[in-house]
């Protein structure tokens, strides 16, 4: 793969359109550099082919293991770098070799994320099954598990020099009079507490919330109210984690993000897109807009906290591809992401401000859809052009045959571990 090769050919056109986006448009002082530094991690899961509970199909070339997804990563992160990390869910890879696998991230200039535990699933050598929950569980030996589980993956993140681990449960129940609430709630609250004793005093522990799913009647984390109680219950490090397919239909979650920013209890981000639920979709695919509000919110309460908005919260891609090729719709995820966080960085605050106090609704309007439909992408390829990735990184991966060269590399045939 030649990037200097590629860019030298689109450099006219692009060096065009972002002249005219600085005709237009006032650039805030510091905006590249902001763009340059924002990281989003690529979960571990994400870059095989995902699937339904229907089917499966596979689209080759797919990695065969844990080094294998760090050198899709890497690939990633040389086409836009700004994939600069990857977030492991154990045990669907467990790094046998941390010092290697730590140094073979480092060449590639990548750094581990969140580590995420999963006790959703019953693994083939565990005593306990998860079939009525984890940290809810009414057998104190099942518990016990489920948190010497997490315990494990925080010692895992730490021989990685990862900073958080994220949990998401699916205890629930799916039927009416199956569960008592109480309980459940304060089991899971005792589980824990033991996990938070466990943690490094520079980790965060980030708990994520979901409506629904597999659990269909109740989930026991089921919102940002109760993660933000429990969070709150816990102490300073835990936090809230927002995963963007995890509400029921039509929720504001711009409003739950500014909430959650403004009480310090905003942890992280699972960034993916949806129509109906968890549908793990491209982010920005169905509603970019909705993304471009989300980061009006984040970008506006970070400042007002004197956050730094790279490093202060955790920004993690949570998707699945079905029909597309893995890679591809990351590059589109991230690009995405970047999309929604540049324009968030454009708006007028000020303006927008005087116009919430005048009571000024269209204007507010107007300030917030005039930078949405603004064409910011050549500002985000110029982060990139900058930074030494791609001006297209889609096209670039495709003129280079690169899946054809994990095809030929790693069979067409593989599989690789996840969902
Ligand atoms: C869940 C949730 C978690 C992810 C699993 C695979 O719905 O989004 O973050 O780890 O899926
Ligand atoms: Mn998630
Ligand atoms: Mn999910």
Not at 228 to 243: C, E, F, H, I, R
Request: charged share 20%; proline share 3%.
């Amino acid at each position: 793969m030649n990037i200097s090769n590629h860019n030298d050919a689109l450099l006219a056109g692009h060096t065009r359109r972002l002249d005219f986006l600085k005709s237009e448009v006032n650039l805030p002082a510091g905006i590249l550099q902001k763009l340059k530094d924002f990281q989003i991690a690529i979960p571990s899961w994400a870059l095989g082919t995902g699937g339904t509970r229907f089917g499966r199909f596979s689209g080759g070339g797919e990695p065969r293991n844990l080094e294998e997804k760090i050198a899709d990563v890497g690939l990633l992160h040389a086409l836009n770098q700004s994939s600069g990390a990857i977030s492991l869910h154990i045990p669907w890879d467990i790094p046998t070799d941390p010092a290697a696998i730590r140094t073979l991230a480092a060449q590639l200039g990548l750094a581990f994320d969140a580590v995420n535990s999963n006790t959703f699933q019953d693994q083939a050598d565990q005593a306990h099954s998860y079939k009525f929950g984890s940290l809810q569980h009414v057998s104190a030996a099942t518990r016990k598990q489920a948190i010497d589980h997490n315990i494990e993956v925080i010692k895992q993140g730490v021989s990685l020099g990862s900073k958080a681990l994220t949990v998401w449960l699916s205890d629930g129940s799916c039927f009416p009079g199956q569960l008592n609430f109480r309980h459940a709630y304060e089991r899971t609250v005792d589980s824990l507490r033991e996990i938070y004793a466990a943690l490094p005093a520079d980790w965060s522990l980030y708990l994520e919330y979901k409506a629904y799913e597999p659990n269909f009647y109740s989930t026991t984390v089921g919102d940002w109210g109760v993660s933000y109680s429990m969070v709150n219950k816990l102490g300073p490090q835990a936090k809230t984690l927002v995963d963007l397919g995890h509400h029921l239909p039509n929720a504001n979650i711009e409003q739950i993000v500014s909430i959650l920013l403004m009480e310090g209890k905003l942890g992280g981000f699972h960034f993916n897109d949806s129509k109906y639920g968890d549908d793990d979709l491209t982010a920005g695919s169905i509603k970019p807009y909705q993304l471009f509000l989300i980061f009006n919110e984040l970008v506006d309460g970070m400042d007002a906290k004197g956050m730094n908005h790279a490093k202060d919260l955790g920004w993690m891609i949570d998707a699945s591809h079905n029909v597309k090729d893995p890679l591809e719709d990351l590059l589109q995820s991230v690009e995405a992401i970047q999309i929604a966080y540049a324009q968030a960085l454009l708006v007028d605050r000020k303006a927008l401000e005087a116009a919430r106090e005048a009571n000024d609704v269209v204007r507010c309007q107007e300030i917030l859809q005039a930078v949405f439909r603004t064409d910011v992408r050549a500002l985000v390829a110029q982060a990139r052009l900058e930074l030494g990735g791609a001006l297209d990184p889609i096209a670039l991966f495709r003129q280079a045959k690169m899946r054809e060269q994990l095809i030929k590399s790693r069979g067409a045939k593989t599989v690789a571990t996840g969902l």
